[in-house]
T-cell receptor, first 115, second 113 residues
Framework: NAGVTQTPKFRVLKTGQSMTLLCAQD?????MYWYRQDPGMGLRLIHY???????AKGEVPDGYNVSRLKKQNFLLGLESAAPSQTSVYFC??????????????FGNGTRLTVT | ELKVEQNPLFLSMQEGKNYTIYCNYS?????LYWYRQDPGKSLESLFV?????AVKQEGRLMASLDTKARLSTLHITAAVHDLSATYFC?????????????FGKGTKLTVNP
């Protein structure tokens, strides 16, 4: 069982470059999320999606865009990377009912460094 | 705005001892989750607490939820080294018609021999 798969696992960008992080889940989950984790800050929600074709802003959406063209995939884009976006990014998914009946299932994370 | 506060943020304890991690939150919710994260790894679900008075136990860990006090506890009994990890609580809220999960900053637990 693959669960939630994130690619790439590591990436180094220069300021101003762009990139896309891919999240894929094979559990037929409706809800998908992107979090960032920074030391001492816990996890903060960037964007999320409650179904194919829908996206919504989370706690810290600025500088990021997302797309959910297929139910199993949730893409996170950085159009012009900044050093403040150096972080570990986690994708997660959950069942149709949202959180009520199941916890989030997390990917293994992407470590992004912006120089 | 929902605030989720964990304490302590750092905990160093000896094997065999007991201790409790606290998770306070600032708005009404009756759904709370505990996760574990090992260094450099992803988050693993430990407990799902869905109502006031809920208590869940798994091995040396026991979690409880008091929605009236807006407090959850994670109790560690007779700690062993394998429990060393960072523990997060997360509170489920509904905002703008959508559900969101807000995490605490985490408690880094180190169990020493």
């Amino acid at each position: 069982n693959a669960g939630v798969t994130q690619t790439p696992k590591f990436r180094v960008l220069k300021t101003g470059q762009s990139m896309t992080l891919l999240c894929a889940q094979d559990m037929n989950h409706e809800y998908m999320y992107w979090y960032r984790q920074d030391p001492g800050m816990g996890l903060r929600l960037i964007h999320y999606s409650v179904g194919e074709g829908t996206t919504a802003k989370g706690e810290v959406p600025d500088g990021y865009n997302v797309s959910r063209l297929k139910k199993q995939n949730f893409l996170l884009g950085l159009e012009s990377a900044a050093p403040s976006q150096t972080s570990v990014y986690f994708c997660a998914s959950s069942l149709r009912q949202g959180f009520k009946n199941s916890p989030l299932h997390f990917g293994n994370g992407t470590r992004l460094t912006v120089t | 705005e929902l605030k989720v506060e964990q304490n302590p943020l750092f905990l160093s304890m000896q094997e065999g001892k007991n201790y409790t991690i606290y998770c306070n939150y600032s708005t009404t919710s009756d759904r709370l989750y505990w996760y574990r994260q090992d260094p450099g790894k992803s988050l693993e679900s430990l407990f799902v607490l869905l109502s006031n008075g809920a208590v869940k136990q798994e091995g040396r860990l026991m979690a409880s939820l008091d929605t009236k006090a807006r407090l959850s506890t994670l109790h560690i009994t007779a700690a062993v080294h394998d429990l060393s990890a960072t523990y997060f609580c997360a509170v489920d809220i509904t905002q703008g018609g959508s559900e969101k999960l807000v995490f605490g900053k985490g408690t880094k637990l180190t169990v020493n021999p």
